[in-house]
């Protein structure tokens, strides 16, 4: 709507058979026919008229019409300016009544404005009418506004991808993948795209397809994941290679001194597998020339290779994939190096199905980034397997299957235990936690908020403990939208007041997802929103099912708002804010952290006024509060405690907690430290 501006008002004076626009009191008007005074009329006098309008407008013509008695005149009279004189005498208008006169106006220097004004008269003989006129002035529409109702997209991320094996051969399938997340699932499930000009896919529009070299040479894969609205990409390298000749095997690469030649390495020159590759679970021999008369049969492989400075050094795991133990004594292991040696003391055997460890600090020599592994039977003549790379692996080198299949990057290391060759699925996560004795004790809830079954089997859940924690059963599933619940039972483990709750992949070493806490919840720690959003306390427990978030805070409701636990001005702080309508007294309300023996009582006579602060010094409750600590809130009446709010955290936060939107969100990271006034949130 445009903004009315004040009108002027325009004094009209009529004359039987005249109109003059003017003033009362004028004398001697011109007329408009002759330009010469005029006595013969009644006294009418004349204009001295300047329409400046309000905010500097000034008028420069006026159009007047005249209707009425079958009677129409018109005209355009003009201004010269402010301050200027203006009059005119109209004749020749009939006797008569009810005519209208229309003013019509256009400030100078404004096409914006426009000026109105009608008014009514009659032309009576012998008599003189005035006549007041408005002239109503309209600026047009200059602004506006709009309402904007819209929403928020998470857009997917890349999180890693993978390729089994890095080497193959021309026409062979070698298996990729990708892992993405997704964490608001919106607003479509997400697609993959894999494209390269290498070779062919099979099912390309899935995160596990398989891909066919066309052609030897390096070859470069692209997935582009995209949720409907937003897409990222991501890329995978392999190596395409010619098939070997049959008597040729050594397919994993080699590096100076390891080699399939036919000379072993100890002698000076390459090293030869035989003509039966040690992945096919066959004899393994020393070449064609072995210095100590024969081949040797045997079901230890290389399985796994951490060579950049794992825990606590690089080291090579050893696999025995048979089903006897086989005696280790004499055996070595060497780098690409000949002069570095480790041979494995005398007794030293690997059970079948097991694993044998062997550190840089047994060993003594650390593995490069472009390197190797070879493993020797008895009197470091007779070769049984090698692995050579490179560069460093972003986790480790491990065989996939284990034992048996080709070296890749694993998924994460997993010394002594088995390879995990498969990303693990995106959008598991800890989604609830029972710490203070659930039914019938705690308990830890995950949660499935993928599109596809996943399978748990032998992930690893430890409390804020580094030990072995407890293995998730083999065959353990968790469908899509699906929650699993462990319990306490189950892991053997009490969760504490200052504890945390953490998932691991397969093996125990790669961390899923996790959350600590300073203090047992009133309800339950959990995900709000259900399955992705920030842990808080719950309204209420729901073991197995969809998270209760708690509502806004009443009307009325004094909450805590906003916490400073790493020394703030002049020291550590908690904030409460009044969310009612009226003020509230707060006088003998107690304020605690994690400890019930730090109490303060908040003096008598305090008020919080309606939407207004309250800040609790260090200086006033004389304690501090620690990085894993809470801040509670407990109203006194009748001589009981009744807690009323708090918040507990794991970590001094970069600048404050604070509730967002202010009063009634839940607790985050605040963007700057606001005591006392209205929290400074993420926009």
């Known amino acids: 709507m445009g903004k009315q501006r004040k009108s002027p008002r325009v004094l009209l004076c009529l004359l039987p058979a005249a109109l003059l626009l003017g003033s009362v009191g004028c004398e001697s008007p011109v007329d408009s026919t002759t330009g010469t005074a005029r006595s013969d009329r009644a006294p009418a006098g004349e204009l001295s008229l300047a329409l400046v309008l309000p905010g500097g407008l000034t008028i420069d013509a006026v159009r007047y019409e005249i209707t009425g008695n079958g009677y129409t005149r018109s005209d355009t009279l003009p201004v010269a300016g402010s301050g ?22 256009m400030p100078l220097g404004d096409a914006g404005v426009g000026c109105v004004g009608t008014a009514p008269f009659d032309i009576t003989r012998d008599a003189t009418t005035l006549v007041n006129v408005v002239l109503s002035c309209d600026e047009v529409d200059h602004s506006g506004a709009a309402i904007i109702n819209g929403g928020f997209n998470v857009c997917p991320s890349v999180q890693s ?38 070779g062919t896919f099979t099912n390309g529009n899935t995160a596990t397809p398989t891909f066919r070299c066309a052609q030897p040479g390096p070859a470069t894969l692209t997935v582009q994941v995209s949720d409907g609205q937003c897409t990222k990409a991501g890329s995978v390298s392999l190596s395409c290679v010619v098939a070997p000749d049959a008597g040729t095997p050594g397919e994993d690469g080699g590096v100076p001194g390891i080699d399939s030649g036919t000379t072993p390495a100890d002698a000076g020159g390459p090293v030869d597998s035989g003509t039966t590759p040690a992945d096919a679970g066959g004899p393994v021999d020393s070449g064609t ?12 492989r290389i399985n796994e290779v951490e060579s950049n400075n794992g825990s606590p050094g690089d080291w090579v795991e050893l696999y025995n994939f048979g089903t006897t133990a086989v005696s280790l004594t004499g055996w070595t292991f060497k780098d690409s190096d000949d002069t570095h040696v480790y041979t494995f003391p005398a007794g030293t055997s690997l059970a079948a199905g097991a694993f044998l460890v062997i550190e840089e600090a047994a060993f003594t020599f650390g593995l490069g980034d472009v390197d190797g592994a070879r493993l020797y039977a008895a009197g470091a003549t007779t070769f049984v397997d090698s692995y050579a790379w490179a560069t460093h ?19 994460t290391p997993t ?30 809830e995950i949660y499935n908020g993928g599109a596809s079954a996943a399978d748990l089997s032998n992930w690893v859940v430890r409390d804020s403990a580094d030990t072995a924690g407890y293995a998730i059963p083999a065959g353990t599933t968790v469908a899509p939208g699906a929650y699993l619940v462990l319990e306490e039972a189950d892991f053997l483990f009490g969760l504490g007041d200052i504890d945390a709750a953490r998932l691991f992949y397969v093996g125990g070493s790669l961390l ?6 300073g203090t047992h919840a009133n309800n339950t720690y959990g995900r709000c929103l259900n399955g992705s959003g920030a842990f808080v306390d719950t309204a209420s427990p729901s073991k197995g099912a969809a998270n209760v978030c708690p509502t806004a805070p009443p009307p009325g409701r004094v909450v805590l708002n906003e916490v400073e636990s790493s020394g703030g001005t002049p020291g550590d702080w908690v904030e409460l804010y009044n969310t009612g309508g009226s003020a509230v007294d707060v006088s003998g309300w107690v304020f605690k952290d994690n400890n019930d023996t730090n109490a303060f009582v908040i003096p008598q006579g305090t008020t919080v006024p309606s939407g207004g602060y309250l800040v609790l010094n260090e200086t006033q409750f004389v304690f501090g509060l620690g990085a894993a600590d809470a801040a509670r809130i407990y109203l006194f009446q009748g001589g009981t405690q009744t807690l009323a709010d708090s918040y507990a955290w794991s970590a001094h936060a970069a ?5 967002c939107p202010n009063g009634t969100g839940p607790f985050v990271t605040t963007v700057a430290s606001t005591k006392g006034t209205i929290n400074s949130c993420s926009p």
Not at 166 to 189: F, M, N, Y
Not at 289 to 300: A, M, N, R, S
Not at 512 to 517: A, K, L, N, P
């Open 415 to 444: 010394k002594g235990t088995p390879n995990v060759c498969t990303p693990p699925p995106s959008d598991i996560v800890i989604n609830e936690v029972e710490s203070r004795g659930g039914t019938p004790g705690d308990w830890i």
């Open 393 to 411: 692996a972003s986790t480790t080198y491990g065989r996939c299957p284990d034992g048996t299949g080709a070296f890749a990057t694993t998924a």
């Open 655 to 659: 600048t404050t907690y604070g509730r």
């Open 84 to 105: 200027s004189d203006f009059s005119v005498v109209i004749t020749d208008i009939p006797v008569g009544l009810s005519y209208t006169l229309r003013l019509t106006a």
């Open 161 to 198: 991808t993978m390729v089994t094996p890095v080497t193959q051969t021309v026409g062979l399938p070698v298996s990729i993948g990708v892992t993405a997340r997704d964490v608001d699932h919106a607003p479509q499930p997400l697609a993959y795209s894999w494209s390269s000009a290498a």
């Open 289 to 300: 020339t072995p210095t100590d008369g024969g081949p040797i049969v045997t079901t230890v």
């Open 512 to 517: 899923i997802d996790s959350y600590s806490w």
